[in-house]
């Protein structure tokens, strides 16, 4: 079993910049694909990033060129650095760890960002 907690959510204004943090206590962090995901209110969740073990990462075409996924297996620590947020970017942002082989998933209990216009 493991865990994982997210820091570094809050109130910004539009064109602002925040960081997300997500610490994980599970065994083998480096193996898994680290996500992070987002829900708006009355919203599905959607994918915002994730970064594979080889640190390849992949973005929503939304945040692309405004949002960075970055890991470090050293630390056991995902991070997400947001620019030029919009009010749009708005919801709970959620970490999740994914490993494939054998199937495994750990999600955080998410971080509010609220963009004010």
């Known amino acids: 079993q493991g865990y994982l907690v997210e820091s570094g959510g809050g109130l910004v204004q539009s064109g602002g910049s925040l960081s997300l943090s997500c610490r994980a206590d599970?065994?083998?962090?480096?193996?898994?694909?680290m996500q992070w995901h987002r829900q708006a209110p009355g919203k599905e969740r959607e994918l915002v990033a994730r970064i594979q073990s080889d640190h390849r990462r992949v973005y929503l075409n939304s945040v692309l060129g405004r949002f960075t996924i970055s890991r470090d297996n050293t630390q056991n620590r995902v991070d997400l650095q947001m620019t030029d947020l919009k009010p749009e970017d708005t919801a709970n942002y959620y970490c999740?760890?994914?490993?494939?082989?054998?199937?495994?998933?750990?999600w955080g209990r998410g971080t509010p960002v609220t963009v004010s216009s």
């Open positions: 999740k760890a994914q490993l494939y082989t054998p199937p495994r998933e750990f």
């Open positions: 599970i065994e083998n962090f480096y193996a898994y694909e």
